[in-house]
């Protein structure tokens, strides 16, 4: 089958498409907020000052300062209709930046950054690491690495967390609301269409081009950056780096 990012796509690349919905999905299972910011916590130590790349509608920030109150976050997204939700759900709790972080430009440094499915993200098969990008261009993509070491304090952690290998599947989300994904497989990467349906039929629809690299040629190019390799926290649930 061809894969719909051959298609122009005027709308690829951004979660504009799904963000009414995004919480629906999100809270039904997707992710369990709870146990990946106390993993979280656990790599950040004592390290308060963090920057969360891709904060979405904050679910990740918000249960992150359940864990400990003392975190001074900033979210950055590059997604309006996701950081306005962000805005709604936590206020002025946290601090947030609607920026690209390809360009990223904040005037501050951070003990830590993390991202869990926002930009960056790591993809487990029990065995290997996959690195995957919302950044679907390579050398963007090192750009965009090189923009957040930048706003890392020297020693500051990068954290990313892992997830399971994507699958296609449908899923009733609530009585009225199916949500359905489907994984196109190309060249250095994948494209991930996600459907929200109601009985009348399509209610959202958004593709998403993904970049993948291989687990060690990014962690060679993160130590190229300026970074150690530190590797998987005890629960495998997140990788992280060093600012050195
Ligand atoms: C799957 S959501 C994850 C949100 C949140 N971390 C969570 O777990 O609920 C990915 C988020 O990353 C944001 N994002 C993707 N590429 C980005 C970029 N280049 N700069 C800033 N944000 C980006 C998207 O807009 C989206 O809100």
């Not at 796509?9 to 963000?19: F, M, P, R, S, V």
């Not at 709790?93 to 972080?101: F, G, P, R, S, T």
Request: hydrophobic letters at 30%.
């Amino acid at each position: 089958m061809n894969s719909p990012a051959d298609k122009e796509q005027k709308d690829l690349n951004t979660y504009e498409g799904i963000a009414k919905y995004y919480d629906t999905l999100m809270t039904q299972g997707y992710y369990d907020y709870n146990e990946i910011t106390k993993d979280l916590s656990e790599v950040l130590g004592d390290k308060t000052k963090i920057l969360e790349l891709g904060v979405g509608t904050g679910l990740v920030a918000e249960h992150l300062l359940k864990q400990n109150v003392e975190y001074k976050l900033t979210g950055v997204d590059n997604t309006e209709a996701m950081i306005n939700q962000a805005k709604e759900r936590l206020g002025n709790k946290i601090h947030y930046e609607l920026q690209d972080i390809t360009k990223l430009s904040i005037d501050d440094q951070f003990q830590g950054a993390f991202s869990v499915g926002g930009c960056w993200y790591f993809i487990d098969d029990g065995k290997d690491l996959e690195f995957c990008s919302h950044i679907d261009d390579y050398q963007t993509c090192k750009e965009s690495f090189s923009k957040v070491i930048c706003h890392l304090e020297i020693g500051g952690l990068l954290a990313l967390a892992l997830q399971n290998v994507h699958t296609n599947y449908s899923k009733k989300l609530t009585e009225e609301l199916t949500y359905s994904q489907e994984i196109f497989k190309e060249d250095n990467g994948f494209t991930k269409r996600y459907r929200f349906t109601n009985d009348k039929g399509l209610v959202a629809e958004q593709m998403y081009r993904y970049l993948t690299i291989q687990g060690l040629d990014t962690h060679k190019l993160f130590s190229e950056l300026g970074c150690e390799v530190v590797g998987l926290n005890s629960t495998r649930k997140f990788f992280v780096y060093q600012k050195r």
